[in-house]
């Protein structure tokens, strides 16, 4: 059969053209997928979203907090005074707010990072964890933290203003304080 009008052969009406799916040559519409007659009889277990528990109290919070906060002033006036013990007054209290922030960081985030407490909240069977999914903390989580109780006692005039309900630093920047056998 010839197409007079573009003078070109016209292929007939079931006739596989080339480069098309397999499905779109067939001359009948595609079977449906085959479907086994019993399903399964076991249903596939859905993944449950982890089990973080609950976190510690006011109580132990205060006392690992006043405990860290002591060893970090201590440490940081003792190396400050190794670092600065001839200078002035005024460098010696600047070295003295940089000691005690450095081993401020370094007791705080990186205890937190790497060995999921500090000294206090070991102390205290304490432990940090992510309040998704109670995994290990992350660097930045733990320097947001950090900066946040850097921040907790200047605040307390200022919420005492507002007259806010509830501690906005509690469970602060996706962390939790969580006892140790809970972790069990």
């Known amino acids: 059969m010839i197409d ?42 859905q993944p449950q979203p982890p089990a973080v528990p609950e976190a510690v109290g006011d109580e132990r919070r205060m006392l690992f907090a006043t405990i860290d906060g002591t060893i970090t002033v201590v440490a940081g006036f003792a190396l400050a005074l190794r670092i600065a013990e001839d200078k002035s007054t005024g460098t010696f209290w600047a070295v003295a707010a940089a000691c005690v922030f450095g081993v401020s960081f370094l007791h705080h985030v990186l205890g937190a990072v790497l060995f999921r407490t500090t000294v206090g909240k070991f102390l205290l069977l304490t432990r940090v964890v992510r309040e998704a999914d109670g995994g290990r903390p992350r660097f930045w989580q733990a320097v947001r ?18 007259g806010s309900e509830g501690d906005p630093y509690e469970d602060g920047c996706g962390l939790r304080y969580v006892r140790r056998r809970d972790l069990r």
């Open 4 to 45: 007079y009008q573009r003078q070109q052969p016209v292929p007939p009406p079931h006739a596989p053209q080339p480069y098309q799916p397999y499905a779109q040559q067939l001359p009948y519409p595609n079977p449906q997928p085959y479907q086994h007659p019993h399903p399964h009889p076991y249903p596939y277990p």
């Open 145 to 162: 933290r950090w900066l946040l109780g850097l921040t907790w006692l200047p605040m307390q005039p200022v919420w005492s203003l507002f």
